[in-house]
């Protein structure tokens, strides 16, 4: 790194993590109309600094939910262009009472910084628009840059995707490469790049029987209960051995070559301290594979949320009217999402005993699974850039996770994706005490500033 790039970090990063902090105080939950005004409030921010930044344009783009913060600097048109996509969006931050700390009243401990999307995904997204900041103000930066910042990440990225389907707005997103993250590394001490994401289908489920809630004595064991059935019927989406039972799930699902598996037996990981970290005594999962295969490689499905009945204080012997779930899928390469919605449709509705309705919404049903093409200049610019900063070469791992917008970037802007995150799996995303370390923070900017330079030199 160049001598005055380091310098100006040093002497601004007290600055850096303040306007960091500013930024996570803002409650921007997508998923909550209650907090629309914040989630707005949220993108004039990243506009806001991303044209201190020294960015060209920077502008809010109106969708039909959240709006898009776009910005962009040209250096030279003959240059390459990369485009930086984020999320300025968080999940929900209950249960309130197991934060140690306010959610949205960012602190720092033992370096680092707790609060609601200080990993997922603000403080990845901010520390790419320090880096620009950083590169301009050095006269540094060597190649175009692009910004996508997007508000509804974590509820589907509706406004996204229809966004996506203007073939105006495609053009204006053209690059030569698109730089994410909003995924992991193993360790501060081992850099690791994500060369694939699963797909997602998320679905809710509402199952009918009576028409109103009945008395559990009078009706009880003569009226079929929904909770039970419904209870019942997600049971039947797996076997004994793990193994989804929806006819025709695996289909597509490829067998892993076993090279590949070998691969990713050589990531380091310690059983005993997976199982530690998470409270478990033991780990579950599809017969036949091991615990990284199961989230890396292999589809799953899991209930998110199940409800119906009385759930408050006290007794109330009822028999409930409906039975609710929530429901996620993971998917793997080749396995198409909207086969899958149609394909567990059929078979869950036919779980159903006569007498039993079943509703089954999709609430974002056409996301693929992702795969990087480990060949491309921009992931060899990214293996270049932490070997500079972190001094050790990055292993590359799939990530169970999901980015549902990148397999649609993917497909319509036909260009290469680099997942450079620089969270941990001990962030606690999407769970109470969530954070990001103050030294992944700054190393972040320090690699997303060696990526624009190998990338720049190896694409000449």
Known sequence: MALATKKYIETHQDRFLDELMDFLRIPSVSTSKEYATEVHKAAAFVKQKLSEAGADKAMLIDTQGYPLVYAEKTVDASLPTVLVYGHYDVQPADPYELWETPPFEPVVRENKIYARGASDDKGQVYLHIKALETMLATQQLPCNIKFLIEGEEESGSEGLTRFLENQKNVALLQSDAVLVSDTTLLSLEQPSLTIGLRGIIYLEIE???????????????????????????????????????????????????????????????????????LGIKAVAGEHGYSTLERTGIRPALDINGIWGGHVGEGGKTVLPSKAHAKLSMRLVPHQEAREIVTQFTKYFTALAPKGITVEIRVVHGNSNAVVVNADSVALQAAIKAFEEVWARTPLLTKDGGSIPIISQFKEVLDRDIVLMGFGLDSDAIHSPNEHFGVANFFKGIDTVIAFYKYFTSLHA
């Open 207 to 277: 199952v009918t029987g009576p028409n109103r809630d009945l008395h559990s004595g009078v009706y009880g064991g003569a009226v079929g209960n929904p909770i039970n059935i419904l209870c019942q019927m997600i049971a039947a989406l797996q076997d004994e051995h793990h193994r989804i039972t929806i006819p025709g799930f695996y289909d597509r699902v490829a067998v892993l070559p076993e090279q590949d598996r070998q691969a990713l037996a050589k990531i380091p990981f310690v059983l005993s301290d997976y199982q530690n970290a």
